[in-house]
């Protein structure tokens, strides 16, 4: 059941100091603000909000949350002064309320009016149906989920208390159920659509299937384990403890800036809601500045037991590429063989009830009408150096797939793999947060590097 929330209207006091400041940021003149009845400075608290949100070609990106327990949604607001608002969305929601079935996330824009009133305070105010916004309002039963939300629907606000201005970002409150949220200005010529399919693939980049897990460093190095997010609610808890007892939940959103949380995170004494994406793709804390969202260091994401790489056979360097266009083209040259690939993972399967890290060579063997897809293993154990670097050692022929058989018969393979535990490998990738694809270069020569990917 979706949780509810009170919240206190603010004080008239509070109201008469808002428009003191509102007041302050918009007229050069030094009137006293007491020559004037309250009725008037809450008229000018009216103008300065609408003049605020109507600036600058009037776009604004706000991090919506309808209630407690479901993920945050991305929309784009464009206010005109005639009072006509465009709002654009990208999520299943939009698409649910066209079909009646979820069908993934749907771009939807739609224009209807808004204001802002006056009640203990301003009040924005879209006070016409909005058929990609107001689906959060709607009471009605939720369609897709279990239970029945008959009455409530996802308890979301349409009116929002106006509660600061500062620095191009507007902090609102739900009127009704009191979430905090924020607004902040957006450049007029954004194209709404490619803007929030930007959004969408930051996400799908953030919480990517294929990293397991993801880790939050605070500033003092304390780490948790992150779990989930691609339905925008994340588990975390603390690296190393019984995750059954001490995992907390949180909802949270992705935006153009980066990732927020509904609510400010007490987690080991540190209070910390917002983070900005960074250009190696990390996500930076903006409340301590130092507090750090990655996948952690990369020969750990490599040698994670549940991963499989492919080595990639455009992406090779150096005399990784001689060695690796040597092995096919010794392949090659018998007729009835072909490469099918290169991977290392962590098998527990075809050992014969033994557990190691491999290298497995993929082949395949024509005989007639019948194909064989042999694939030998090679064992080796990763070693992570104190720098981060990563070396694979112990490389020794097992017995499957008759390995020693295949190495005899295609010799370039075994200096192939010769090559590649001698070496200790420098690692990086493209991104930080979502490292599916990574770079190992030869410490001794970043010319020499291979390519691997899940």
């Known amino acids: 059941m979706l949780k509810m929330k009170m919240k206190f209207n603010i ?12 007041t302050s940021c918009f007229k050069n003149d030094e009137d006293d603000i007491f020559d004037k009845s309250a009725s008037e400075r809450l008229e000018q608290v009216k103008k300065d909000y609408t003049d605020i949100l109507t600036d600058k070609g009037g776009k604004w990106e706000l991090q919506y949350f309808a209630n407690e327990s479901e993920e945050g949604y ?15 969305g990208y999520n299943q929601w939009i698409g649910v309320a066209q079909t009646g079935n979820p069908s993934g996330d749907v771009y939807g824009t739609d224009n209807s009016l ?3 009133n006056t009640d203990n305070g301003p009040v924005l105010s879209l006070n016409t149906f909005n058929k990609v916004f107001h689906i ?7 369609p897709t989920t279990d239970g029945n939300e008959g009455g409530r629907g996802h308890e979301g606000d349409y009116e929002f208390d106006l509660m600061k201005y500062s620095g191009d970002t507007i902090y609102l409150e739900g009127k009704k159920h009191g979430l905090k949220m924020i607004m902040t200005r957006v450049a007029s010529d954004v194209n709404d659509e490619a803007y929030l399919n930007e959004v969408k693939e930051l996400k799908n980049n953030l919480f990517s299937p294929k990293i397991p897990r993801i880790y939050m460093t605070l500033a003092d190095g304390t780490r948790y384990v992150i779990n989930g997010g691609s339905d925008g609610i994340i588990s975390y808890f603390p690296e190393g403890s019984d995750s059954i007892v001490t995992t907390e939940t949180a909802n949270c959103i992705v935006s153009h800036e980066g990732l927020a949380f509904l609510s400010s995170l007490k987690v080991a004494g540190h209070n910390i809601q917002r983070f900005v994406r960074q250009d190696d793709g990390s996500l930076l804390c903006s409340d301590d500045g130092t507090s750090v969202i990655s996948a952690g260091p990369l020969a750990g994401v490599v040698t994670h037991k549940s991963l499989s790489w492919n080595f990639d056979a455009k ?19 018998k007729k009835s063989y072909s490469l ?19 290298f497995e060579v993929a082949l395949k063997v024509k005989s007639g009408s019948y194909t064989a897809t042999p694939k030998p293993l090679f064992k080796v154990t990763p ?26 018969t295609f010799p370039a393979i075994k200096e192939l793999l010769d090559a590649l535990a001698a070496d200790t490998f420098t690692l990086s990738s493209a991104s930080a947060l979502s490292p599916t694809v990574i770079k190992a270069a030869s410490a001794a020569s970043e010319a020499d590097y291979v390519t691997i990917g899940l």
């Open 11 to 22: 004080s008239l006091a509070l109201l008469l100091a808002l428009s003191v400041s509102l």
């Open 74 to 88: 991305d929309y784009l607001f464009t206010f005109n002064k005639n009072g006509t608002v465009q709002i654009s």
């Open 114 to 116: 808004w204001e802002i």
């Open 136 to 142: 959060f309002a709607d009471p009605a039963d939720i």
């Open 315 to 333: 992406a090779f360097g150096g005399r990784y590429q001689q060695l690796f266009d040597k092995v096919k083209t010794e392949i090659s040259q």
């Open 340 to 358: 099918g690939g290169i991977r290392f993972y962590y098998d527990d399967k075809r050992l014969g009830g033994e557990s190691a890290y491999v």
């Open 383 to 408: 070693v992570i150096g104190a720098d981060g670097t990563l070396k694979f050692t112990d490389l020794t022929v097992t017995s499957v797939d008759r390995a020693a058989t295949y190495l005899e």
